[in-house]
């Protein structure tokens, strides 16, 4: 039998969302077939974590949940320094959602100078330069499962992961979340949706749906295998991007009618034209249910 991957989770100024999200993961009995934990802050693993912040112990992987500053300590030991010990240790570090690779909510706390490892927001770090190389970044608020463990099993079949600036694997981050989305034809029609959790509409024009300018997978590999926020009928929020969070979620920020953030790619002239051009169709099919009530 192939030998188990080790890995040591290590959370940091975090809520704990990832972990969580991972353990909807729907294979978890084969994922523990080929990897282990040294040590998880939920899940049952071989040390505790004065044995891990004490000792150095072998494992292959470093993985961290959370924001980091240099006042933050687990068991007693400043996490800069487990961070560094074990990062000089590992095959590969990942950090694991936006908190840990960009700062995410966290960068609010308390706790001086908080950000993710290599970033804070989208400006580079360089307390950590060394493992730059080592380092694959998982952002999103929480993590997709299927993300963290298809990077993990990349990494166990030695299988090149090409990244973007921020890290990010390009397998699962170079597509915007608008792609896969059921509601692109009302994107191309600008048929926007009344209400949230309608089957009908889409949510860029007027509920701030960020898809069409975050990087992610969601609406490619679906969550839990069914659904996804947009699908469902709720706003992409943009958690996967170093701005995440921003202010007021759920509107459309605009100057003249313009969307303030446009997709990717696309500026205000061309914008305009295409705007221009849908508005002279009414599709009758996009004013109509899908279903009716
Ligand atoms: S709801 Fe969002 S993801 Fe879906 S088509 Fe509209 S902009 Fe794209
Ligand atoms: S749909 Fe947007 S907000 Fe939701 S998980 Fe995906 S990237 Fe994050």
């Known amino acids: 039998m192939e030998k188990k991957m080790r890995?040591?989770?290590?959370?940091?100024?975090?809520?704990?969302g990832n972990t969580h999200s991972f353990l909807n993961y729907p294979h978890m009995e084969q994922f523990l077939d080929d990897f282990e934990f040294i040590y998880h802050p939920v899940i049952d693993?071989?040390?505790?974590?004065q044995e891990i912040v004490s000792n150095e112990i072998e494992c292959e992987v470093l993985i961290i949940e959370g924001a980091i500053s240099e006042e933050f300590q687990r068991g007693g030991v400043p996490i800069f320094e487990i961070i560094k010990n074990y990062s000089k240790r590992v095959q590969k570090i990942l950090t694991?959602?936006?908190?840990?690779?960009?700062?995410?909510?966290?960068?609010?706390s308390d706790y001086k100078d908080t950000a993710?490892?290599?970033?804070?927001?989208?400006?580079?770090?360089?307390?950590?330069?060394?493992?730059?190389?080592?380092?694959?970044s998982i952002s999103g608020c929480p993590i997709h499962p299927e993300v963290l463990v298809n990077t993990l099993y990349a990494i166990k079949k030695s299988v090149l992961l090409r990244v973007?600036?921020?890290?990010?694997?390009?397998?699962?981050?170079?597509?915007?979340?608008?792609?896969?989305?059921?509601?692109?034809?009302?994107?191309?029609?600008?048929?926007?949706?009344?209400?949230?959790g309608e089957l009908e509409g889409c949510m860029f024009y007027d509920h701030g749906c960020q898809a069409p300018f975050t990087h992610g997978s969601c609406n490619k590999i679906l969550w839990n295998e069914v659904n996804?926020?947009?699908?469902?009928?709720?706003?992409?929020?943009?958690?996967t991007e170093p701005s995440f969070p921003r202010d007021n979620l759920f509107n459309t920020k605009k100057n003249m009618a313009i969307p303030e953030h446009l997709p990717l790619g696309?500026?205000?002239?061309?914008?305009?034209?295409?705007?221009?051009?849908?508005?002279?169709?009414?599709?009758?099919?996009?004013?109509?249910?899908?279903?009716?009530?």
């Open 7 to 16: 890995i040591l989770w290590l959370s940091a100024i975090t809520c704990n």
């Open 45 to 49: 693993s071989k040390y505790s974590l």
């Open 96 to 108: 694991v959602g936006t908190c840990a690779t960009f700062g995410g909510i966290f960068r609010e």
């Open 116 to 136: 993710g490892m290599h970033f804070d927001q989208d400006r580079a770090l360089h307390n950590f330069s060394d493992f730059l190389d080592k380092t694959i």
């Open 164 to 196: 973007d600036n921020f890290l990010r694997p390009k397998e699962f981050y170079a597509y915007t979340v608008h792609n896969g989305c059921t509601r692109n034809e009302y994107f191309e029609y600008k048929v926007d949706n009344h209400k949230f």
């Open 228 to 239: 996804s926020k947009t699908r469902a009928g709720v706003p992409c929020f943009g958690c």
């Open 266 to 293: 696309v500026n205000k002239r061309v914008y305009l034209t295409l705007a221009g051009i849908t508005k002279a169709f009414k599709i009758d099919r996009f004013q109509k249910k899908i279903l009716d009530d």
